[in-house]
């Protein structure tokens, strides 16, 4: 017995020996390093697919329980997508230099430009002729510039009407694509260039075009129409004589259907090269520039991507999942979008395009500390059977399409791979929807259990967060999310409509939406509004948000159920401060104890009086002593008849110094009276050091400009319906 006992022993302690032996294996990236080395200190690896392919080689030795790769600083060409599959089985960590920065570039610099003349530059691209290479944009200096449009950036041109047309030999003879041939005629007859099949679409106060230019534009012309909440891209196909512009697409949905409401733009012709930052390429590779002032070709470097993708996580199915990989401190840049032969049809936050960063059946899968640039795609979607995952302290920015994206638009039959529990915290989410204006900043779709908090999202055409994609009162996965201590400014631009800083769909049960920062957001015609629950959004929790400056009101709400609005500051939207839409048989939201104060435009727009609805324990004040507060045409006193406001009161919060953006209200009886708790609203945006939280600022250059584009637009009086 007691030598069984002391072999057991002996066997244990070997365990133990051999189980501490176990450890991270360690693996190290340099720019001159070599794929075929070691891959240690001493011989490093060059790329992030070569530390893959010497990890899944490795991990079969029992004493290896995971990775982590060392990337030096310094610039990487990644030219092709990092594809991490099931052929991976244990956690990796890539992580980048914190003394220097860790940049994986997915495109090539170009030689430098020549003087065409004082106007113009070029530079020739070889690739483009002998590969049929194609790029739709480049990157001057770290800073996106535009191809060659008309109207000229900022402007656009008004559509009369757009109509289905027969397929005969007068258009065309036939559809290239398999779809409606479609005809659009502008709002006056416009002259078209001197090359086939383009058309010239003159902006108020535009320069001559630039002479000079030797070639065609590689590819047709691409016309980008502005409907409502969509954007629609198509080939110009034919022009007449009369400006009617013939392109190829499926027919409009009727809700949303290209109208003389619409706008457009169009780009890539060598007739639109005319306005400094603008840029074509020539059939024969010759790429043109006009530069800014200030401008040398001494001191521009040129940028074209070439990848779309820098990171593809796929694993097989929710069975066999990926996991167990995290990225740190490397930056990502420079990343390419081509517009397919057909153009891209409407689709609601440009809800199909993909991300440079995307994950599939992946679980425990981190981003920390990194930056994702200037992309002709999303920035990060965890898409299909996804969970545990997130995205901290990250700065995405100058991006095609949207910031972070989250579950699918389908709902699968089965639940496991509904995509949850994603985890989105203290990132800085900026400068957006550069190729599809719909885009949003965060978007969860058919998905539960996230968290969106702590970031700053700005500058983006479209909506902030959207949450939920059901219309109605269907099931929807999108449950329990939470989007909370969020800053989310200056979106819009004037440029879309039927938007918001927060935006719901669909019944959300232990949804909530508390403590965001939301202010200056700008549609083109309605719904600029800063926290919008849409169709049929229901049980979600709207708390302790401060929302001003937003053209079409604070909140809005479509149509839904149970819906709880408390405690909130809306202060000083510009044309209403309230509004709804559907009157339905049930409550469709409570609002209580919330301050509403303003000086511009009325307490109540389009339904609210109408609406079912309980709303009490309220404070209302216009600054404005000229102005008496209705509810749509009824007086206070009215109102309380019809059984709402019994307790709610006109007085003035008194707030501390909203031209300092202290928007602290100092009337304590009033607050005490209507039950209001203040909360500290400085909290919302991002946290950490100083030098992060300052990253977070807009130039003064762009809220001035947001500001005037505003005024622009209230003194033209634009109508909401």
Known sequence: MKRLTLFLTLAMTLLQVLCATAAVQELYVSTSGNDANPGTKREPLASLQGALAK??????????EGFV????????????????????RKPIEFNGSTNGRSVMCGG????????VNDRLWKVYIPEVTRYGFR??????????????????????????????VPIDSTNLGRDIYGWEVLR??????????????????????????????????????????????????????????????????????????????????????ANFLDAEGEWLLCENGWLYYIPYQGETIENVTCHIPVTEQFVKIKGKNIEQQVEGITFSNIDFTYASYLTPEEGNTPMQAAASIEAVIEANFARNIHLKDCTIAHTGLSGVWFRRGCSDCSVERCHIFDVGASGVKIGETTIRENRDEITHHIKVDNNIIQHGGFVFPCAVGVIIFQSSDNQVTHNDIADFRYTGISVGWVWGYTFSPAKRNIVEYNHIHHLGWAQLSDMGGIYTLGQSEGTSISNNVLHDIYSLYYGGWGLYNDEG??????????????????????????????????????????????HEEHLSFSFTNNIVSYRTGVMCGINWTRVGHKSDYNSYFCTDPSQQINFQGMSFDEWKQKGQDQNSVI???????????????????????????????????????????????LSSEMKAAFDKLV???EQQVITDW
Not at 69 to 88: H, P, T
Not at 108 to 115: A, E, G, L, S
Not at 201 to 219: F, M, N, Q, T
């Open 184 to 269: 659009v005629t502008p709002k006056s007859p416009l002259p078209f260039g001197n090359k086939c099949r383009t058309v010239y679409i003159p902006g108020e106060g535009s320069p001559d075009r630039v002479e000079g230019v030797v070639g065609s534009a590689l590819g047709r012309p691409l016309l980008t129409f502005y409907h409502k909440w969509d954007v629609t891209r198509r080939p110009l196909l034919h022009v007449d004589a009369q400006g009617v512009m013939l392109i190829a697409g499926r027919g409009m949905a009727p809700w949303n259907k290209i109208d003389g409401r619409s706008r457009m733009v169009a780009e890539n012709d």
């Open 651 to 697: 007085a003035d919060p008194e707030f501390a110094n909203i031209e300092a953006g202290d928007f602290t209200p100092k009337n304590k009886a009033l607050l005490k009276k209507i039950g209001f708790k203040m909360f500290d609203y400085t909290k919302a945006g991002v946290y950490g050091s100083k030098e992060w939280q300052r990253k977070a600022e």
């Open 108 to 115: 090539m610099t170009t030689q430098k430009f020549t003087p």
């Open 69 to 88: 790769v060392n990337v030096a600083a310094g610039e990487y060409s990644m030219l092709d997508a990092l594809v991490i599959d099931n052929a991976l």
């Open 537 to 582: 959004s229901s049980y979600i929790r709207v708390e302790n948000n401060l929302v001003y400056n937003c053209k079409s009101g604070a909140y809005h709400q479509h149509y839904g159920r149970e819906n709880v609005i408390k405690n909130n500051i809306f202060a000083n939207q510009i044309r209403t401060q309230l509004e709804a839409t559907r």
């Open 55 to 64: 990890a899944i080689a490795l991990q079969d030795d029992n004493n290896i």
């Open 711 to 713: 005024n622009d637009y």
């Open 135 to 164: 790029f739709e944009q480049i990157y001057i200096n770290g800073e996106r510039r535009f191809r060659a449009q008309s109207p000229n950036r900022g402007e656009f041109a008004a559509v009369k009407q757009l109509q289905q």
